[in-house]
């Protein structure tokens, strides 16, 4: 039989651990961005217009960077992160030849209705 000693340290190992096992547990966090790309001056929508996400890594292919608007300038950004220590925030690029480059940061989930504005250079 177990001392009572015993007993309280077999019980703060195994919570010792659960802690470090949901520590070290990382949690998927969706991100969702949609909106539209217009030209800042013309206000009409611009289509291909990359979309890239800043938050991937290089390892990562070409195709797993970048979508495009349609050809009514629409985006539907849907993705999935890590957020060990919660959801990161979403930062996209959105470019075009022509245009400037202009960066975003969204909070990490379920931003809708989104209108980027894009500047002639």
């Given at each position: 039989?177990?001392?009572?000693?015993?007993?309280?340290?077999?019980?703060?190992?195994?919570?010792?651990?659960?802690?470090?096992?949901?520590?070290?547990?990382?949690?998927?966090?969706?991100?969702?961005?949609?909106?539209?790309?217009?030209?800042?001056?013309?206000?009409?929508?611009?289509?291909?217009?990359?979309?890239?996400?800043?938050?991937?890594?290089?390892?990562?292919?070409?195709?797993?960077?970048?979508i495009y608007t349609d050809?009514?300038?629409?985006?539907?950004?849907?993705?999935?992160?890590?957020?060990?220590?919660?959801?990161?925030?979403?930062?996209?690029?959105?470019?075009?030849?022509?245009?400037?480059?202009?960066?975003?940061?969204?909070?990490?989930?379920?931003?809708?209705?989104?209108?980027?504005?894009?500047?002639?250079?």
């Amino acid at each position: 039989m177990l001392s009572l000693k015993n007993m309280i340290m077999k019980i703060i190992k195994i919570h010792w651990l659960l802690v470090v096992s949901m520590v070290l547990t990382s949690c998927d966090c969706l991100q969702h961005v949609q909106g539209v790309v217009l030209d800042a001056e013309t206000q009409l929508p611009i289509d291909s217009v990359m979309v890239i996400d800043n938050n991937l890594t290089d390892s990562l292919s070409t195709t797993d960077l970048i979508i495009y608007t349609d050809s009514i300038g629409e985006f539907d950004f849907t993705s999935m992160a890590v957020g060990l220590f919660g959801c990161p925030k979403i930062s996209l690029s959105f470019k075009k030849e022509g245009y400037e480059i202009t960066n975003r940061k969204y909070k990490s989930c379920c931003t809708e209705g989104v209108v980027i504005n894009l500047k002639k250079k």
